[in-house]
C-alpha cells in the first residue's frame, strides 16, 4: 500500500505528535518532535523528527515502519544544499526481516551530492518567509565550543558534496561523518531517557552509636532476616577492617 509520511497534507488524520524537547546546533534551534502513529498499520511510520525551529524544515529523521516481514528503520540527515533549501545527503537504512523461518539482518549507508538544483518557483511560500530571511541572513549570534564543532561537522559534509567529483577517499570521509552525526542523534535520544539522581542523604553524628532497640522502636518497617543478617555481615567487616575486636553487633535477631 502506500507509505503516509508524517509531513504529508493530511498527517493529522493518521499521526498525533508530541514535542519532547530543543537542542542547539550551530545558529539553529532543533525541535525533537515524536511521531505516534493513530493506528497498527503498515502504511504508518513511528520515531522521530527533527525540525528547525522557525525554518520549519527538517533537519533529520529517524523513523521506523512496521512491515509484514520486520521493522524497517531510516536515519535522514538534511543540510542546506542552497540557502534556504534543505535536502536530504545521508541515508541509514536498516530491516530485520523473518521470511519463512530465515531471519535478515540488512544494513545500508549512503550519501548523496546534488550536483544541480532547480528551485519550484511556482510554489507558494510561507507568509512568514521574509521574516526568516531577514532573520538568518548577515546575522551573527554566539556559538558554544560544542556548537562550533557540530557546525565545523556540518561544513566538511557540505564542503565534500560541493565538489565536482568525489574520490573514493572523499566518499569514504563523507560516509564515516554521516555515520557520526547519526550516532550523535541516537546519543543526544538516549540522554533523554536519562534520570537524574537528586536524593540527598543526612547521617546523624551519633547514628552508629543506637542500638537494636533503638532502631526497631522508630523504624516504620522491621527488617526482614535476609537485611537483619546483611547488616551483620556487613558490621563485621567494618569492624575487622577498622581493626577493632568483634565485641557485638548493632542487630539482633
Known amino acids: 500500500g502506500i507509505v503516509i509520511s508524517p509531513l504529508a497534507p493530511n498527517a493529522f488524520n493518521h499521526y498525533k505528535f508530541r514535542y519532547e524537547g530543543v537542542t542547539f546546533e550551530g545558529d539553529y534551534s532543533i525541535n525533537k518532535i515524536k511521531v505516534i502513529p493513530r493506528r497498527k498499520s503498515q502504511q504508518l511510520f513511528s520515531g522521530y523528527i527533527y525540525i528547525v525551529d522557525d525554518l520549519w524544515n527538517i533537519y533529520s529523521a529517524d523513523l521506523i515502519q512496521e512491515t509484514f516481514v520486520g521493522p524497517y528503520r531510516i536515519i535522514q540527515i538534511y543540510s542546506p544544499v542552497e540557502e534556504f533549501v534543505w535536502l536530504p545527503v545521508s541515508h541509514n537504512i536498516e530491516v530485520d526481516a523473518s521470511v519463512i523461518g530465515i531471519k535478515i539482518n540488512v544494513k545500508f549507508a549512503s550519501s548523496v551530492k546534488y550536483s544541480d538544483i532547480t528551485i519550484n518557483e511556482q510554489l507558494k511560500h510561507s507568509v512568514v518567509f521574509k521574516e526568516i ?9 554566539y556559538q558554544t565550543p560544542k556548537e562550533q564543532e557540530q557546525l565545523k561537522s556540518t561544513r566538511k559534509i557540505e564542503k565534500i558534496l560541493n565538489k565536482e567529483k568525489m574520490t573514493t577517499r572523499d ?3 563523507l560516509a564515516r561523518l554521516s555515520k557520526q552525526e547519526s550516532d550523535k542523534l541516537e546519543k543526544k535520544e538516549e540522554k533523554t531517557l536519562e534520570i537524574e539522581e537528586k536524593t540527598t542523604y543526612e547521617i546523624e553524628k551519633d547514628a ?3 542500638d537494636s532497640i533503638y532502631w526497631e522502636r ?3 518497617v522491621p527488617l526482614t532476616k535476609d537485611e537483619i543478617f546483611g547488616y551483620k555481615i556487613r558490621d563485621s567487616i567494618e569492624l575487622a577492617v577498622s581493626g577493632k575486636a568483634d565485641e557485638s553487633d548493632t542487630t539482633t535477631d
Open 218 to 220: 522508630i523504624r516504620p
Open 208 to 210: 552508629d552509636k543506637k
Open 171 to 173: 566518499m569514504i570521509k
Open 133 to 141: 530571511e531577514e532573520k538568518y541572513t548577515d546575522t551573527t549570534t
